[in-house]
C-alpha cells in the first residue's frame, strides 16, 4: 500500500512549523511510518536553490522564479516524496505545488494558465491532503517579524500577502475534498486541537 502525502500551506507567520510538531506526535502515536520534508530545498539541488530564492538581496524575475521553484519541486518529488509513498512511508511537506500558485501566480500576478502548463509537463503528483494555515496577513507578518529578520518574501508589501492569502482561500474552495482550513490566527491549543481533528479525520 502507498503512503499518503499531506501539504501544509500558508502565508509567513501562519503557525505551519509549529503545527508540524503537533502531526508528527499524532502520526508517532498512530504507529505511522512518516517524513517531513518542505519547499523550496526538500531535494538534493534544494539547499543552494532556497537560499536563492529567499535572499532578499538577490534580483529575480517572477517568471525565473516560477522556473526555480518548478524545478526545485520535480527534484523534489522524484528523490523524495515519490520513493517513500511508494515503500508505503507517509510524506509531509511545508509547502507544494500550492505555494507556487499562491505566491507566483497571486503574489507576483503571473498567468495561472503557465503555472497550469508546467504543473501538467512535469506531472506533478496531486497531495492527498492540504492544511491551509489561514490568517490576516497583518497578523502573520507581526509574527515573522518577531522571529527572525524577513527573507526575500516575507519582505514584500502587505498587498502581495494579500493577495497570496486570497488564493489560497480560492484554492480551497475549488479543491475542498482534499483542503481542510484551519483558523491560526487562535491560541496554540486550539489550532493544535483542530489539527489533531483533521488528521484524526483523514486517517479515519
Known amino acids: 500500500m502507498e503512503g499518503k502525502f499531506i501539504t501544509l ?10 503545527s508540524l510538531e503537533t502531526i508528527s506526535k499524532k502520526l508517532t502515536e498512530e504507529k505511522i511510518d512518516f517524513v517531513v520534508t518542505k519547499e523550496p530545498g526538500g531535494g538534493p539541488l534544494g539547499p543552494p536553490l532556497r537560499n536563492l530564492l529567499l535572499n532578499k538581496d538577490a534580483k529575480i524575475s517572477p517568471q525565473v522564479e516560477l522556473l526555480l521553484m518548478m524545478a526545485d519541486r520535480k527534484n523534489h518529488l522524484e528523490e523524495i516524496i515519490l520513493p517513500n509513498i511508494k515503500k508505503g512511508i507517509w510524506v509531509v511537506s511545508d509547502r507544494y505545488l500550492d505555494s507556487t500558485y499562491a505566491y507566483q501566480g497571486g503574489g507576483r500576478l503571473l498567468d495561472i494558465s503557465q503555472i497550469d502548463k508546467i504543473s501538467k509537463i512535469l506531472d506533478l503528483k496531486d497531495p492527498d491532503l492540504t492544511i491551509l494555515f489561514d490568517i490576516s496577513p497583518e497578523v502573520s507578518l507581526e509574527r515573522a517579524k518577531k522571529r527572525s529578520d524577513l527573507d526575500r518574501f516575507e519582505s514584500e508589501p502587505i498587498d502581495f500577502h494579500k493577495r497570496i492569502r486570497e488564493t ?35 486517517i479515519k
Not at 11 to 17: F, H, P, T
Not at 184 to 190: A, C, P, Q
Open 9 to 18: 500551506e500558508g502565508i509567513e507567520g501562519s503557525g505551519k512549523s509549529t
Open 168 to 202: 489560497y482561500l480560492t484554492l480551497a474552495e475549488r479543491y475542498n475534498s482534499r483542503f481542510a482550513v484551519v483558523n491560526s490566527s487562535l491560541g496554540f491549543e486550539e489550532v493544535e486541537l483542530e489539527v489533531n481533528k483533521v488528521i484524526d479525520n483523514f
